[in-house]
Structure formats: C-alpha cells, structure tokens
Nanobody, 123 residues
Framework: VQLQAYGGGLAQAGGSLTLSCAAS????????MGWFRQAPGKEREFVAV???????IYADSVKGRFTISRDNTKNTVSLQMNSLAPEDTAVYYC??????????????????WGQGTQVTVSS
C-alpha cells in the first residue's frame, strides 16, 4: 500500500482544514487507517484512526473538533479539522495497519506511511 497525504496549509485559529490521504492498491478497504502528527522537537503522536469496518478512535486533544472518515470506493481517508488551534501545528501523516483497533494508537504497529503534509495554525 502506498499512501500520499495532501491538503495541509495555513489556517487561522478557529478555522478549518481538511486533509486527505490517497492509497494505492486493491486491499485498502481491509486496512485500519490512522492519522498521526509530529510537531517540531516532539514525538509523533496519534490523532485519529478509522477501522476497516468504520469504528473510530480519537485522541483526547482533538475529540469533538476533528472527524476522520474514509471512502473505500475512492481509496481515500480524510481528516476534517475544525476549531483549529496553534497547538495543532504539525506535520500530519496518514498510515495503514491491520492490527486490532486497540493497538492502532501506537506508531510502531503501522506498516505503511504517507509522506506527511504540513499544517500551520496562526494565532
């Protein structure tokens, strides 16, 4: 599976952005798809995941503001980000895994990663 994330950019605090991730391969629908982010000087952290069956988990820091969705007919996963704050500034990565949902909040269990897209939120 090859992943390509796009849609990042500059937003003002309180604004919105939508990230998308395009996947190659015919088995996309069988993967759990996650979004992670990494701010300068910090470790990569979990943001959200959507299971191949549709179940979702969100990090507490984005719950209620971000929404993850997928379209298996288009091999895409999206992250709608609302009420953005400067602390959301990071490079965002999409990733794919087949592990159980309970393990999908950890980077080491992901097999495939996109190249990352920068999100910058100004105050």
């Amino acid at each position: 599976v090859q992943l390509q994330a796009y849609g990042g950019g500059l937003a003002q605090a309180g604004g919105s952005l939508t990230l998308s991730c395009a996947a190659s391969g015919r088995t996309f629908s069988t993967y759990n798809m996650g979004w992670f982010r990494q701010a300068p000087g910090k470790e990569r952290e979990f943001v959200a995941v959507i299971r191949w069956t549709g179940g979702r988990i969100y990090a507490d820091s984005v719950k209620g503001r971000f929404t993850i969705s997928r379209d298996n007919t288009k091999n895409t996963v999206s992250l709608q980000m609302n009420s953005l704050a400067p602390e959301d500034t990071a490079v965002y990565y999409c990733a794919a895994t087949k592990v159980a949902l309970s393990q999908t909040t950890t980077t080491k269990f992901y097999d495939y990663w996109g190249q990352g897209t920068q999100v910058t939120v100004s105050s």
